[in-house]
């Protein structure tokens, strides 16, 4: 039997990460964070200052890979765990900007095919639906308003001591919103055939339930 591929785009903190591991483990699924794969290539281009030009021919001994450790996912970078450090805020904007260039999207792009056509997965990021998984038997668009995306993000960080300000993380989601959705490689847009899940008046938990709900009907339907 094909195995059930799930695709989860929507845009930058939109929770689709949380709520997509989340979901996988109630269902018995992998989860894929795509969104890590263009991190961790951020991640080697910048540490490396390398140029637009010189992207692709540097790109060929970035030894990137998703281990399952325990089941929960690790990003490697050779045999370097980079799991925290492609979360900071320089590495997210630097990902949103290489993600639109052709050669680490062709990089990536095997990897995140393979995996799910090897196992049950949940995968998401921004053109999976549309590009990465376009037969995949469930799609969802998850988003949420840019002020509830702003406050959630700042909630998150307010415990720690050089916290952004409000306006500013707003300002930063809204800038990457235009950067994600007009670049002209796999911008983000939802699929034709997904199912949009608003998450702006639901909690985490509501969130994940719902989206368990989608996914539950959609297999239902495929097997058919």
């Known amino acids: 039997m094909k195995n059930i591929n799930v695709a989860i785009d929507g845009p930058a903190g939109a929770g689709k990460s949380t709520v997509a591991r989340r979901a996988a483990s109630i269902l018995g699924y992998i989860y894929v964070d795509t969104g890590a794969l263009y991190r961790a290539a951020a991640l080697f281009i910048t ?5 637009g030009s010189d992207v692709e021919n540097a790109l060929n001994e970035a030894d990137i890979s998703l281990r399952f450790i325990d089941g929960v996912q690790r990003v490697f970078l050779g045999e370097r765990d980079v799991s925290e450090l492609i979360r ?20 990536l792009f095997g990897l995140q095919k393979q995996i799910a056509a090897e196992n049950n997965v949940i995968m998401d990021g921004r053109d999976i639906g549309t590009v990465v998984l376009p037969d995949a038997q469930v799609k969802v668009f998850l988003t949420a308003s840019p002020e509830e995306r702003a406050r959630r993000r700042y909630k998150e960080l307010s415990e720690k001591p050089e916290c952004p300000a409000y306006e500013e993380i707003l300002a930063d989601i809204i800038q990457r919103d235009d950067q994600d959705m007009n670049r ?13 899940l608003d998450s702006s008046e639901l909690d985490l938990d509501e969130t994940v339930e719902e989206l368990v709900r989608i996914i539950k009907a959609g297999t239902d339907r495929s097997a058919e």
Do not use: H, Q
């Open 88 to 107: 900071t805020p320089e590495i997210s904007m630097a990902a949103s900007k290489y993600s639109a260039m052709p050669p680490v999207r062709e990089k």
């Open 47 to 51: 540490e490396r200052d390398i140029p």
């Open 184 to 196: 002209e490689t796999a911008p983000l847009k939802m699929a034709e055939d997904a199912v949009l």
